[in-house]
């Protein structure tokens, strides 16, 4: 006898756990607005998918994400962006830098 846990398909986007950030019961992410300052996002956790963790909600492609230097970043504060591609922990020796999609290094 086998249990097989499913779920239906889904679309959601995917981030390094280093850049998931706690506030209470809440789960943020650190994202950034078009003059480059940082501001929060409360986001839905979904299950690991190729060493990354799905974000369920909270977020869209456009958002960018800081994944990088979470301790130093606050909300209001002006940063310089770095971008950079996120590679999949399984896949690299070095497992900072950014989604194919709009995440940031701070």
Not at 44 to 69: E, F, K, N, Q
């Amino acid at each position: 006898h086998m249990e097989l846990q499913a779920s239906d398909e889904y679309s959601g986007i995917l981030l390094p756990d280093t850049a998931i950030a706690t506030r209470g019961a809440q789960r943020i992410v650190y994202v950034l607005d078009s003059e480059d300052k940082v501001g929060t996002r409360v986001v839905a956790l979904g299950p690991l998918h190729g060493g990354l963790r799905i974000i369920r909600s909270g977020l869209t492609s456009a958002d960018r994400v800081i994944i990088d230097g979470l301790q130093r970043a606050r909300p209001g504060q002006q940063v310089k962006v770095v971008a950079s591609t996120i590679v999949p922990p399984e896949s690299s020796t070095s497992a900072a830098g950014t989604d194919r999609s709009n995440s940031t290094r701070e």
